[in-house]
């Protein structure tokens, strides 16, 4: 049995055990995969025989703390214990299972802030993460995942300790203020375990998020993702500026704590001295075995972009007068029309729809250079691609560099590329 040293801190008129955990408790939690997958559906206990705990994630790393999830997701028996974990990131943006990274996030911004950006296992919308947010994973056997139940013990926490009120709106969001929205929500269900995560806006840069989340012309015509929903969204700092990550992550300890495991009910003091308390946790390796394959997974670009479900991009440009033949008057505005279809992050077609204006001035090699686009990432690999295409369709191979027609049509596939 592992060992902990226990202190005790001071709440109002209550105490809340918190745990430092040394580095085997967690797996003292765990039951393997050996015994897991032989069950075919959980012996659940009664209510007051499971007991909880808060996991307090030390990293802020959101590729670590998507692992950790996972793991615990994948290795943890919650049947006679519940687990709720909070942790903190530094900036981020977190889009769900089946969504589409260049439609819901601003990438260009992302990679130029060097802000992360990451695809989690859960579903739901786009949200942005940084250190004034407060992130929170409810881990429960399937059968006794409540949404409701988890949602109602953050706004009881929200009232409780900082006397504001908030609501619970159908899609699950929590509304304060009548309109503003200060927490989204998503889940994961197997055959035995689920998990509920929510993030709340505490004191979050609203700036870096707005401009992260900033809707752009990206010209994509169709598309299988799912889409976020946007709302107005509000600091919860804003509306009570005793609002602290710190507090709120106390509050909702302390609410969590206090309450039964199925029912809303609160069994004060009493309750809180049956549960394990609040635990601190390392997510490494030492702790979690083979967190750092999950991590690694959650890093690269084949999850992150190559399962973005197949969409289509369109854009136009108006070509500039000076590229144009000089003999002719044309009577319509002369575009280039680049079009281009995109699985798993991998250019699947492209079509160059070359005006005649540009095609009579000396621009030629639409048909040749496609084929070398195809199967390149949806990325500046294929821009690379395409000048590399354009530059050795020449008859004279020592010219190393593009003409400004050839320079105008690169210019163009980076906009497409690179700037959604």
Known sequence: MAQSM???????????LVGLTRRTSSRSLVTGKSLTSKKVRNELPPEGEVTKSVFMSQSTDIYTNLALEDWMYRNMDFSNHHVMMVWRNEPCVVIGKHQNPWLEANVPFLAEKEIALARRNSGGGTVYHDRGNLNISFFTPVERHDRKYNLELIKRALYRGFGIKSFIND???????????????????????????????????????????????????????????????RNLADVDNKVTV????????????????LRLVDGGERQILK????????????????????????????????????????????????????????????????????EKGLIDDVTLNIPPGLVESGFHGEASVITHLKGKRFTSEALSALEDAMLTRRSTRDVKKLDDKEQFVAKCFDQVVNTI
């Open 6 to 16: 226990m202190r005790k801190i001071a709440m109002g008129n209550m105490f809340v």
């Open 246 to 261: 710190e507090a709120l992550q106390t509050a909702i300890g302390y609410e969590y704590l206090r309450t039964t495991a």
């Open 171 to 233: 899609r699950h969001d929590i509304i304060v203020q009548d309109k503003y929205k200060i927490s989204g929500t998503a889940a994961r269900l197997s055959r035995l375990v689920a998990y509920h995560h929510c993030t709340l806006l505490v004191n979050a840069n609203k700036a870096d998020l707005s401009k992260a989340l900033a809707k752009r012309e990206h010209g994509i015509l169709q598309t299988t993702a799912t889409p976020s929903t946007p709302s107005p969204v």
């Open 275 to 342: 549960q394990r308390g609040f635990q601190f946790v390392n997510p490494t390796d030492d702790w979690f075995p083979g967190l750092s394959e999950l991590k690694n997974d959650l890093e690269s670009w084949d999850w992150t972009y190559g399962r973005t479900p197949m969409f289509t991009v369109s854009r136009s440009f108006p070509v500039p007068a000076e590229l144009l033949a000089p003999s002719r008057v044309y009577s319509a505005t002369q575009e280039l029309v680049i079009t281009m279809t995109v």
